[in-house]
């Protein structure tokens, strides 16, 4: 009897008939049957069973596909999880499910931008109306909640600036007004949090970053609840959002390893998080100590964290910041994160959508650091010969 998540994640799979500790990326658009009563036979089991793997055609996925969808409910304890080609994919797959014209969506202010984008601009031409919250004051959820409200859209920590945020409190203003919950929980993954369990509907994570884990495959996941899930399967069928076989088998195969992966780049992040704040000029948004900010509202929900942060720079211009990252000879520059490297980039803020509520003085300069699987020791030398250049 498999306990732990960590015995679990490695025993996903074994096949005595061909020997194998894999599942075979099984790649088919036509499905081939014996006759027309074992074709019919598959319909209805599908029908009467929509989440039991009986496929028809490759377009609703193929065995591979059903596996990591098996997989990633167990770490989810979701009721379903559906995959598509991109995380992008799955958040517009929870916002396509739910939201019809009229209705009202609210939303994190520190959101991922290309959501804010979705949501702010697309959905409008659709009359969906977005209306933003403070991750720093709840209250404003419920100022702006009115009888179109038909979704609560979490990102937990906000993108960037990584405010954490009262899951419990928002959960329980949604259950009372009958709204249904969703979060992006592509920085903690349900290794750290589970939200489906503590009473999202939807628990969005972009495989792109830890699930894969190597920076070569994107994915997105769709984790929800029973009250969804007839919403979310037709979407999904009207759609056509699926993941293909062949990039659901390499994200199975990062999967195998992510809470090692996860534990080290957690560990990582602890000693870089410490060093960087040692500068004066330095704020670090991760939490990483007792007294830092947001951490009682990490420590509530999380059982750890990953290797994502941020860090706030007080500096003359936005030239010394540029400085600062482009020196760093361990850290890429570019976007995407969760694989085994380490990255930086210098966030404008002004550049990720008109923030309602941030509060960000002139000389304050947001950096985006993930944090690697590299030596520490390495990282960290790197960082000191850095920010030398800039004090
Ligand atoms: C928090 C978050 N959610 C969703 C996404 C979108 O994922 P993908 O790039 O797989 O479409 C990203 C991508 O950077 C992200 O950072």
Sequence with gaps: MVKSFKTFLKHTYKDFKTRSVNPPVVRTSTMV????????????????????????????GTSTTFELEKILS???????????????????LCLFSVLRPGDEIII??????????????????????????????????????????????????????????????????????????????????????????IGFD?????????????????????????????????????TGLRLSPDDAYLIMRGIRTLDVRLDKHQQNAN?????????????VLYPYKKNSKNYKLWKKYYSGSSGLMGI??????????????NSLKLFGHGYSWGGYESLAIHQEIKEQGNRKYLKL???EYIVRLHIGLEDP??????????LKLIK
Excluded: C
């Design 361 to 363: 003085k002139k000389n």
């Design 108 to 197: 994190a202010d520190p959101i991922y931008s290309p959501t804010r984008l979705l949501t702010e601009n697309y959905l409008k031409e659709f009359n969906i109306n977005t209306k933003f919250y403070d991750p720093n004051n709840l209250q404003t959820i419920k100022s702006n909640y009115s009888k179109n409200t038909k979704l609560i859209y979490v990102e937990n920590p906000g993108s960037n600036t990584f405010e954490f945020q009262d899951l419990g409190k928002i959960i329980s203003f949604a259950k009372k007004m009958k709204v249904v919950t969703a979060i992006d929980n592509t920085w903690g993954t349900p290794y750290f949090l589970k939200p489906i369990k």
């Design 312 to 325: 706030k720079i007080r500096a003359k211009n936005k030239k010394i910041v540029d400085k600062f990252v």
């Design 377 to 386: 020791k390495d990282l960290i030398n790197d960082i000191k010969n850095s």
């Design 202 to 238: 939807f628990s969005i994570v972009s495989a792109t970053k830890y699930y894969s884990g190597h920076s070569d495959v994107m994915g997105g996941s769709l984790a929800v609840s029973k009250k969804v899930f007839k919403k979310v399967i037709k979407a999904q069928n009207m």
């Design 74 to 92: 167990n770490l989810e304890e979701s009721y379903h999880t559906f995959l598509t080609p991109t995380g992008f994919g799955s958040i517009f």
């Design 271 to 283: 000693q870089i998080a410490k060093i960087l704040s040692k500068k004066k000029y330095i704020e």
């Design 33 to 60: 049957f014996k006759s027309m009563s074992d074709l019919r036979q598959v319909q209805k089991r599908n029908l009467r069973n929509p989440r039991g793997g009986h496929f028809e055609y490759g377009r609703q």
